[in-house]
């Protein structure tokens, strides 16, 4: 039925019907009421409109449609839209508990009891659980019994329901007053610092170290600075911190994702191409860290070369010393003396120099009572324990290459005299070269150290010399010369050269014997291909024999077939996948 149209319908069925629902069917719209509708929603879409109200005052969505925005008409037709009965009923909700409720700790606050209560815990006698509960240790005989020692009862603990924040608040249950306890400590601490610090200096203001100290700084460092100047103790406590603030160059920069103590000069050399050598030190690209010496390999010292990594950067020149200073600086700060790196440099570095000072008199005082009272000196001036057992404990460990890989590699042993010295004239040093028992120079063969060079001449003059005095060794002086024994050096150097003798021999033997070799195997190939096809032909007239027909190979000689009757049988077989395979018998 469209809408606009008029049923006919009966007074008295329409009055049982409103009798038994108790409530009226929504009119009909005509025609022209539900146009008038459909143009406000699509003008409410469109925002040209205002948006429809519920009976709280919040605007309904125009987009939502409308069997969810509108009552049902046999609930209360009389309702405007509204979204109440889609949100979630306050009745119906979880209530959780507040943001103060937490359990508590301890025992009540009660008069002690000295009587067991019926219901009460048979083990410490508390009225607030039972012995299975009971977090005491098992008493031999119970407080049930004994009615000794009965335990305080605990405060009843609330039942907490934490929404989903609550379980997962790691402030749940905390308390302000413990904090604040803990800041009065450290300010009662404080306290009694300033306060010590306060007569320390009356002490040494009285005793006169203090006067002392000032006029030797003035005179050091001249009377432009005043050491009456003084910060407070706020200035000096904000010095402690100092260590915690970022050194210039050291800042991190968000935009460039790199730090600036990373960039290097566009001329310095890379680290990782200083050896290429890919067992080398190690090259981290993610931090430009090389720890290693990239020249550990190559046997270079680290004094001649520019970079002998960052380790050797970080553990010498002034990096130990101030290491050492810090160091000193924090012990010295445990002990309560009030120095500080960053903030007193000065103070610091007279305080470390006066400390070791007297850590040095102090033990050669104790070595010189100890000697004085037990006597042993002459123990103390003997020579090092290498020079008299020509060994050392040093363990050094060695790679496959010859390089260290743990310990300290010895010292290279040089020579006291002088090298590489060239003199008249001579392009090469003295005892370059050596013939007959004589050393002489390589340049041109001289055997005199103050002879002048001759060059190439003066090697034909000693070649033409060698060759017209050449003395005639007597019969008797060879025989005596091959009766002496002969080295296992001129033994194995005999034996290669029989051996090169006898390959020399075998390769030429070796040419006529292949040909011979090939001939053979051709003709057993040949042989193996006729014996093959006999048996393909055998194999074929079996298969065209009826099967009950057939002979028993009962008496058929089984061997390993050779290498030709191997060859023969692949070149003689058939290959179904082959596409030439029908063609081969034509």
């Excluded at 060759?467 to 010369?481: G, H």
Aim: with cysteine; glycine share 6%.
């Amino acid at each position: 039925m469209e809408s606009g149209t008029v049923q006919n319908v009966n007074p008295s069925d329409s009055g049982e019907t409103a009798g038994s629902l108790g409530r009226d069917e929504p009119k009909k719209m005509t025609r022209e009421d539900w146009r008038k509708k459909k143009e406000l929603e699509e003008q409410r879409k469109l925002g040209n409109a205002p948006a429809e109200v519920d009976e709280e005052g919040k605007d309904i969505n125009p987009h939502i449609p409308q069997y969810i925005s509108s009552v049902p008409w046999y609930i209360d037709p009389s309702k405007r839209p509204t979204l109440k009965h889609q949100r979630p009923q306050p009745e119906k909700g979880k209530q959780f508990s507040l943001i103060g409720d937490w359990y508590k700790k301890g025992v009540q606050e009660s008069p002690m009891v000295i009587k067991y209560r019926r219901g009460a815990c048979e083990n410490c006698g508390a009225l607030t659980h039972v012995r299975k509960d009971c977090m005491e240790r098992p008493r031999k005989v119970g407080a049930k019994y004994t009615a000794i020692n009965i335990a305080a009862d605990e405060h009843p603990q609330p039942i907490l329901a934490l929404d989903y924040d609550g379980k997962r608040d790691r402030w749940n249950g905390y308390d302000s007053e413990e904090h604040m306890r803990i800041v009065e400590e450290y300010s009662k601490v404080d306290v009694a610092k300033r306060t010590l610090k306060a007569q320390k200096l009356q002490e040494e203001l009285a005793s006169g170290k203090l006067v002392d100290y000032a006029n030797s700084s003035r005179s050091q460092w001249g009377e432009d600075h005043n050491s009456g100047d003084k910060d407070n103790s706020e200035d000096e406590d904000e010095d402690k911190y100092a260590d915690d603030v970022d050194m210039p160059g050291q800042n991190f920069d968000s935009k460039r994702r790199i730090t600036v103590r990373n960039l290097r000069i566009r001329e310095d050399i890379a680290k990782y191409l200083r050896n290429l050598d890919p067992n080398s030190a190690y090259y981290d690209p993610k931090t430009r860290a090389m720890r290693e010496n990239p020249y550990s390999n190559t046997g270079r010292n680290t004094d001649e070369v520019g970079y002998a990594g960052d380790n050797f950067v970080r553990y010498t020149g002034d990096t130990v010393r101030m290491a050492q200073t810090q160091l000193f600086a924090w012990e010295a700060y445990e002990k309560g003396s009030e120095v500080h790196l960053q903030a007193d440099p000065t103070k610091l570095e007279v305080l470390h120099q006066s400390f070791k000072v007297k850590k040095e008199e102090f033990e050669k005082q104790q070595k010189g009572s100890i000697l004085e009272k037990y006597g042993g000196q002459e123990h103390l001036n003997v020579p090092p324990r290498e020079l008299l057992l020509a060994q050392t404990e040093d363990y050094v460990e060695y790679s496959r290459h010859g390089a260290v890989l743990k310990g300290q590699e010895k010292a290279v042993i040089k020579s006291k005299y002088e090298e590489d010295v060239l003199i008249s004239n001579h392009i090469a040093v003295w005892g370059s070269y050596w013939k007959d028992g004589k050393w002489g120079y390589k340049c041109c063969h001289a055997f005199m150290k103050t002879s002048y060079c001759t060059g190439e001449a003066g090697k034909q003059i000693a070649e033409d010399d060698d060759s017209s005095y050449l003395p005639e060794i007597p019969e008797s002086n060879q025989e005596a010369f091959e009766s002496i024994p002969k080295t296992l050096v001129e033994i194995h150097k005999e034996k290669l050269k029989a051996d090169k003798k006898k390959k020399k021999k075998h390769r030429k033997s070796h040419g006529s014997e292949s040909e011979e070799e090939d001939a053979k195997k051709k003709e057993k190939l040949n042989k193996a291909l006729v014996a093959e096809e006999a048996r393909l032909k055998h194999v074929e007239l079996l298969l065209q024999i009826d099967e009950r027909k057939r002979g028993y190979n009962s008496m058929y000689e089984t061997k390993e077939p050779t290498e030709e009757e191997m060859e023969a049988y692949r070149m003689k077989r058939q290959r179904p996948e082959d596409p030439m395979a029908s063609f081969l018998g034509q």
